[in-house]
């Protein structure tokens, strides 16, 4: 069963340290990005860099606030430093990236595997891993059923989402999907109400499901 240190259990000064390592992190990762993926990234500005580190910095705190020294803290860090780039990529470019998807959902299950050995909890692992198909598997479905609606690298984008809800509990999974249609629905409205004139033929749902996941891991217990 997983266990996690209560959340605001953790020292403030260990909070500001995960978020600076974070931060620095956040930085190397929107580097290597812009080298594998100089089409996609766009130009480093300074507001950009800034931006990032910024964004990873409030995550990577905010997940050492909910998770302390627990063993999977690393893991859900890594998840909140891949979120900021593929949410701007899918934002410009309607696009999630299989090289950045791909790694996620490897690099998560490495860390989430190592953090299940450490603490004996075999049974949260396989939780995560049946998450991450039962997702993937429902996006799929959905896509595939509906028009104008999911794409495909939402669809891929969903087993490691669901790796990590299915890794904390069944109920984390259900939240998360069900509320990342809600944010998504109101993320469609907003933009059709800000372009009446110019209505989008597509919104991007990756930061919608990027949002409610990471909501999910840090409020629910």
């Known amino acids: 069963m997983f266990e996690t240190a209560a959340a605001g259990s953790a020292s403030p000064l260990f909070i500001a340290g995960v978020g600076f390592a ?6 190397i990762a929107d580097a290597l990005v812009r080298r594998a993926l100089p089409q996609l990234a766009g130009k480093a500005t300074t507001r950009l860099r800034i931006t990032t580190a910024a964004v990873t910095f409030v995550l990577a ?3 050492a606030w909910r998770f302390g020294s627990a063993a999977e803290l690393p893991a859900y860090v890594l998840l909140g430093i891949f979120a900021v780039p593929l949410a701007r990529i899918d934002i410009v470019h309607h696009l999630l990236p299989n090289r950045l998807v791909g790694p996620l959902l490897g690099a998560g299950l490495a860390l989430l595997a190592v953090a299940a050995l450490a603490q004996g909890a075999a049974g949260d692992l396989y939780r995560g891993v049946a998450g991450s198909v039962i997702l993937f ?3 799929l479905i959905l896509a ?3 028009r104008n609606g999911l794409g495909m690298g939402d669809v891929k984008l969903a087993a490691p989402l669901g790796l990590y809800l299915g890794y904390l509990g069944w109920s984390q999974v259900f939240y998360g999907g069900a509320f990342a249609f809600v944010l998504g629905g109101i993320a469609s409205v907003f933009l059709v109400l800000k372009n ?3 209505k989008p033929k597509e919104v991007a749902y990756g930061p919608s499901m990027l949002a409610a996941v990471l909501a999910v891991i840090l409020l629910m217990p």
């Open 22 to 27: 974070g931060a620095c992190l956040g930085l």
């Open 61 to 63: 705190a905010l997940l």
């Open 137 to 139: 598997v429902s996006y």
């Open 144 to 146: 595939l059923t509906s």
């Open 196 to 198: 009446r004139e110019n």
